[in-house]
């Protein structure tokens, strides 16, 4: 398995890169992981002038703790190379992770990473920027393991629900938002994603919820991804930075708990039990594992 960096992806903003003032509002926000945007939220005509923006933004804003990523415009497009080659040559130095929207392939993931593969090289960068790719097409959730398994420079998986609403014919009225359906419209999506990450050690991050007035709403859509598995949520607004750096973050009690019960069962096992009560419960190697992905998110965050 890869050695990949650990970064913190409780919540990921999306930032149109053509808007300087929002750039700015981002850096001071304290979100564990900010996306510049070149792809849907630029009009065409903005597309290369946001480049430079882009550039000014990374070298310029102080971003404190904050993941700094570019959002390229896709492989089958006339930007994204440039996307990559322009904000690479000027602010590699500044840029931590680039995504790649609508893959459809473990090849198109492969091209990405060898042309940052000799922009390194050439720049003599001496440090790997990661990439996050975006599921968003049904031939992209159908080769979702393949996809997973492409470079090791591959950090993330996202499920972006709104070009997949398009790709699959699902009618949602906004972004993410309900559905009527009985149940959960991306229950499948979700699950399958998620396998998919956690089989090669990456990181699933949720999409956009567009209705950024209804807070309760965009709540419960965190709580279920992070049930699931993901570790965190779109935000395409400030207001939802909160909402889901706070769900993707264990309780205090939960983390304490869980340390407890780790210690309990170190203390059986020492008596030679491989199973044994905790608060009334039976708790054995498996409850250990499970409550582990709790500390390990507990010690991502540094509680
Ligand atoms: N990042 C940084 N700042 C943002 C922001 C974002 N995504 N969205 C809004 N803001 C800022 C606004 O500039 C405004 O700042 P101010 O108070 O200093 O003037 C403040 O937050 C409140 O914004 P508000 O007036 O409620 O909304 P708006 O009309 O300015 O913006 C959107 C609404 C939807 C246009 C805007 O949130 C946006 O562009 N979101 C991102 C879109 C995107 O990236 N889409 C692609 C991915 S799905
Ligand atoms: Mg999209």
Same mark, same amino acid.
Request: aromatic share 4%; proline share 5%.
């Given at each position: 398995?890869?050695?990949?960096?650990?970064?913190?992806?409780?919540?990921?903003? =999306?930032?149109?890169?053509?808007?300087? $003032?929002?750039?700015?509002? /981002?850096? /001071?926000?304290?979100? +564990?992981?900010?996306?510049?945007d070149l792809e849907d939220a630029v009009a065409? =005509?903005?597309?290369?002038?946001?480049? *430079?923006?882009?550039? %000014?933004a990374l070298n310029g804003l102080n971003w404190g703790r904050s993941v700094r990523c570019v959002r390229i415009n896709d492989l089958s497009t006339e930007y994204a190379y440039e996307d990559?080659?322009?904000?690479?040559?000027? *602010?590699?130095?500044?840029?931590?992770?680039i995504m790649l929207p609508k893959a459809m392939s473990a090849a198109d993931v492969q091209f990405v990473d060898k042309l940052l593969t000799m922009m390194e090289k050439k720049l003599r960068?001496? $440090?790997?920027?990661?990439?996050?790719?975006?599921? %968003?097409e049904v031939e992209a959730m159908m080769r979702v393991e393949e996809i997973a398994a492409s470079t090791p420079r591959l950090e993330c998986l996202i499920f972006g629900m709104g070009d997949y609403s398009a790709s699959q014919?699902?009618?949602?009225?906004?972004?993410?938002?309900? =559905?009527?359906y009985p149940g959960d419209v991306w229950h499948y999506q979700r699950h399958r994603l998620t396998i998919a990450a956690r089989a090669h050690r990456l990181d699933a991050v949720d999409g956009p919820y567009a209705d950024f007035r209804s807070p309760d709403a965009y709540r419960e859509e965190c709580r279920r991804a992070?049930?699931?598995?993901?570790?965190?949520?779109?935000?395409?607004?400030?207001?939802?930075? @909160?909402? !889901?750096? !706070?769900?993707? =973050?264990? !309780?205090? @009690? +939960?983390?304490?708990? /869980?340390? %407890?019960m780790i210690k309990a069962y170190d203390a059986a096992l020492a008596q030679g039990l491989g199973a044994v009560q905790y608060e009334g419960k039976m708790i054995d190697i498996a409850s250990v594992r499970i409550v582990r992905?709790?500390?390990?998110?507990?010690?991502?965050i540094g509680m």
């Open positions: 398995m890869a050695d990949r960096p650990q970064r913190l992806r409780r919540c990921q903003l =999306s930032v149109p890169g053509s808007n300087e $003032k929002m750039m700015q509002k /981002a850096a /001071a926000l304290g979100v +564990d992981f900010v996306f510049l065409p =005509s903005q597309k290369r002038a946001s480049r *430079a923006r882009i550039v %000014e990559i080659i322009e904000v690479v040559e000027a *602010a590699g130095k500044n840029l931590d992770v960068l001496n $440090k790997r920027i990661g990439i996050d790719v975006l599921i %968003e014919g699902v009618s949602l009225k906004d972004i993410g938002g309900p =559905s009527g992070m049930i699931l598995g993901m570790v965190g949520k779109w935000a395409i607004h400030p207001s939802q930075v @909160e909402i !889901a750096q !706070a769900v993707f =973050s264990p !309780a205090p @009690e +939960d983390v304490k708990r /869980a340390r %407890e992905n709790l500390v390990d998110r507990a010690d991502r």
